[in-house]
């Protein structure tokens, strides 16, 4: 379903969430790729034959202030989501968000929820850049860094408490992946302990679309108790909720998104 070539810019929406810190870290001279040769889609009201199509990005306004990731891709439940980016001034929400799609075309689908609820609001969806969405990026990473607005610091005070206090089984939920994140970006993240591929479980919902959670087996109780050290450090630009989890959760979450 993706578009495969190359986007205005020289980029594949698809790889987003991973190139975030190297997009505010190397500016424009980053993308110094030339579009590519054939592009699908001629629907309207853009005609793509013979030029780039536009960046695949929309903006959200009036999103509740407890909302999530997966929230707004259930919003979105029939397109493909790459990367979801909250936006907060100071430290706080603003109830607006950044949506990179899987294609151009979804754009205008995506603009057909525009006042649609969610929960009891209703959300405004407006046509954005991709100028508009890197300079976002650049002031999540100089302000709160990214993630979801539902991690404040009260409920993260509240969390820690839990988090000392819980049992350790060798097992660790993981809460904040951008959309694209792979095993591999996993394994890079917990580079210094023991891993394999086979024992990190990326989970879905019942379309099958990635949650933004995963778990993550280690090889013992100690080894999962010294990695809650990376509890809120960054992947990409997304700092990473870790959460002692066992076996009888992570085979929930995985039986619910089949």
């Known amino acids: 379903m993706f578009y495969r070539g190359k986007y205005a810019d020289g980029i594949d929406g698809r790889d987003m969430g991973p190139k975030r810190q190297r997009i505010t870290d190397q500016g424009s001279s980053f993308y110094g790729g030339s579009p590519g040769s054939s592009f699908m889609y001629n629907a309207s009201p853009y005609s793509y034959i013979g030029q780039p ?3 695949p990005v929309v ?3 009036g999103l509740p202030f ?3 990731e997966a929230d707004v891709a259930e919003f979105f439940h029939s397109l493909d989501i790459v990367d ?3 936006v907060h001034k100071n430290g706080r929400f603003t109830g ?3 949506c990179v799609l899987g294609y151009p075309l979804q ?7 525009n006042r649609q609820n969610m929960g009891r ?5 407006f046509r954005s850049k991709r100028q508009e969405y890197y300079k976002a990026i650049a002031n999540e990473v100089s302000d709160t860094r990214g993630g979801s607005p539902r991690r404040t610091a009260p409920k993260a005070k509240s969390n820690d408490e839990g988090k000392e206090s819980a049992e350790h089984t060798g097992v660790l939920r993981l809460r904040g992946l951008p959309f694209s994140a792979s095993k591999e970006d996993i394994l890079d993240f917990f580079k210094d302990f023991v891993l394999l591929e086979d024992s990190i479980h990326m989970t879905v919902n019942s379309e099958g679309r990635p949650t933004g959670e ?3 087996e280690f090889t013992n109780a100690e080894d999962s108790k010294a990695a809650m050290a990376k509890d809120r450090m960054t992947l990409g630009s997304r700092y990473i909720e870790l959460f002692p989890s066992s076996l009888e959760e992570l085979d929930e979450a995985v039986a619910r998104g089949r």
Do not use: I
Not at 107 to 113: G, I, K, S
Not at 121 to 125: A, C, I, L, S
């Open 53 to 55: 199509p536009p960046f």
């Open 59 to 61: 903006r959200l306004r």
């Open 66 to 68: 407890d909302c999530s």
């Open 84 to 86: 979801v980016l909250f």
């Open 96 to 98: 607006e968000a950044f």
């Open 107 to 113: 754009v205008e689908f995506a603009l057909q929820r």
């Open 121 to 125: 609001r209703y959300v405004e969806v």
């Open 214 to 216: 995963a778990f993550v």
